[in-house]
C-alpha cells in the first residue's frame, strides 16, 4: 500500500499519495497539479495539449500522460508503480449554447463533464475498495448546482457530474471512498474566456485565481469534507435555490434578460 493511503485523513493523505490530474496543461488542473506537488504528492499530469502539458510536467516534477481523461488510468496506474490513491477528474468543457444546441455539442458535454468521470470510476473502484480507500476528486462548477445564463449544456451535464460524485459519497463512504465536489463560479482560465458575455455578467466580476481552488480543495481534503466552495457565497444561493425555487427562478430570469438586452 502506498504511502498518502491506509485511512490517512487530512493533509497526511496527500503526502506521499499517488495523484492524477486530468485537464492539467492549465487552469485549474495545473493549479492542482501544483499545490500537490508541493504537498509531497508524486503527480501524473493528463491533458489533450501535449506540449502544454509537458510545460506543466516540468514546472510541477510530474509525470505526463497525454490524452483522452476516460481513457488513461492504467497508464497513470503504472507511471505512479501502481497504485493511484487520489483521482482528479478535472477536464471539462464549456459548452455554451441553449436547448437548439447540436446534439454533438449537448454529446461532447455528456461525454467530457460525466461519463469521463464515470469510467475513472469504473476503473479505480475496484482497487480502492479492495483496500478500503481512495479519494475522487470532481471539477464540477457552481452551474452544477445552481445554473449558467446561455450554456445549457454545460448547465445540464455539470449537474450530472454533481450527482455522480453525490452518488460516489453516499454509496461508498463507509468502504473507505472520500469524494470532493469542487464548485467554483468563476475562475481565471481559458474557460471563463470561452464564456463570452454571460461570463462577463454573471462570472467575472467575482472571479478567483486558480490557485485560490487549489487551496480550498487542500482544506477540504484536510477537513474531509465533500463540498468544496471557492465562492462561499454559494451556500446561500444553493440554499435559496432549495428553499425558493420560485423566487430563485425569477431571479436567475432577470438575469437572463439582462443579458438579452446587452451587447452580445
Do not use: C, Q
Given at each position: 500500500?502506498?504511502?498518502?493511503?491506509?485511512?490517512?485523513?487530512?493533509?497526511?493523505?496527500?503526502?506521499?499519495?499517488?495523484?492524477?490530474?486530468?485537464?492539467?496543461?492549465?487552469?485549474?488542473?495545473?493549479?492542482?497539479?501544483?499545490?500537490?506537488?508541493?504537498?509531497?504528492?508524486?503527480?501524473v499530469v493528463n491533458d489533450l495539449d501535449p506540449a502544454r502539458l509537458k510545460a506543466v510536467a516540468e514546472e510541477t516534477g510530474a509525470l505526463a500522460v497525454p490524452g483522452d481523461a476516460s481513457a488513461v488510468v492504467e497508464e497513470a496506474r503504472e507511471a505512479l508503480g501502481g497504485t493511484v490513491d487520489i483521482w482528479c477528474a478535472n477536464a471539462g468543457l464549456a459548452s455554451p449554447g441553449d436547448a437548439f444546441a447540436d446534439e454533438d455539442v449537448w454529446a461532447a458535454a455528456w461525454d467530457v463533464?460525466?461519463?469521463?468521470?464515470?469510467?475513472?470510476?469504473?476503473?479505480?473502484?475496484?482497487?480502492w475498495l479492495e483496500r478500503g480507500s481512495g479519494r475522487f476528486v470532481s471539477t464540477v462548477s457552481a452551474a452544477g448546482l445552481l445554473t449558467m445564463i446561455g450554456a445549457a449544456?454545460?448547465?445540464?451535464?455539470?449537474?450530472?457530474?454533481y450527482a455522480f460524485a453525490e452518488w460516489?459519497?453516499?454509496?461508498?463512504r463507509h468502504r473507505g471512498l472520500s469524494v470532493h465536489a469542487i464548485c467554483p463560479q468563476g475562475v481565471r482560465t481559458d474557460m471563463l474566456?470561452?464564456?463570452?458575455?454571460?461570463?462577463?455578467?454573471?462570472?467575472?466580476?467575482?472571479?478567483?485565481?486558480?490557485?485560490?481552488?487549489?487551496?480550498?480543495?487542500?482544506?477540504?481534503?484536510?477537513?474531509?469534507?465533500f463540498l468544496v466552495l471557492p465562492h462561499p457565497e454559494v451556500a446561500g444561493y444553493y440554499?435559496?435555490?432549495?428553499?425558493?425555487?420560485?423566487?430563485?427562478?425569477?431571479?436567475?430570469?432577470h438575469l437572463q434578460?439582462?443579458?438579452?438586452?446587452g451587447p452580445r
Open positions: 500500500m502506498s504511502a498518502g493511503t491506509s485511512g490517512s485523513t487530512g493533509i497526511d493523505a496527500v503526502r506521499g499519495a499517488g495523484v492524477v490530474v486530468t485537464g492539467a496543461g492549465g487552469g485549474i488542473g495545473a493549479a492542482l497539479a501544483r499545490r500537490f506537488a508541493a504537498e509531497g504528492a508524486r503527480v463533464n460525466v461519463m469521463a468521470h464515470v469510467r475513472a470510476a469504473r476503473a479505480l473502484l475496484p482497487a449544456p454545460y448547465s445540464v451535464s455539470k449537474h450530472g457530474a460516489l459519497s453516499l454509496t461508498y474566456t470561452a464564456a463570452g458575455s454571460a461570463g462577463e455578467l454573471v462570472l467575472v466580476p467575482t472571479a478567483i485565481e486558480p490557485e485560490a481552488v487549489a487551496d480550498a480543495l487542500l482544506d477540504a481534503v484536510a477537513a474531509d469534507r440554499r435559496n435555490r432549495a428553499t425558493d425555487p420560485e423566487r430563485w427562478l425569477t431571479t436567475m430570469n434578460r439582462t443579458w438579452e438586452s
